[in-house]
């Protein structure tokens, strides 16, 4: 997640703090649907339209689940 953070800031010109508050509230709100039965594979496609970066990106996210 720390590269999304990375991105948002150099690309968008986000500071730190507001790059890192979007991806935590991304995070959250796919893990508590998630939690509650929701399909991973709609997060990936919320990902790419939410933070513009391929799918590879949306891994990290993935991996912190586990």
Sequence with gaps: MNETVKILMSRDGL???????????????????????????????EFVDEFGLEPDYFEDFIFRLA
Excluded at 30 to 36: G, H, K, L, V
């Design 15 to 45: 500071s730190k703090s507001e790059a890192q508050s979007q991806v935590l509230r991304f995070f959250r709100e796919m893990c508590e649907d998630i939690d509650a039965g929701g399909d991973p594979f709609r997060w990936e496609n």
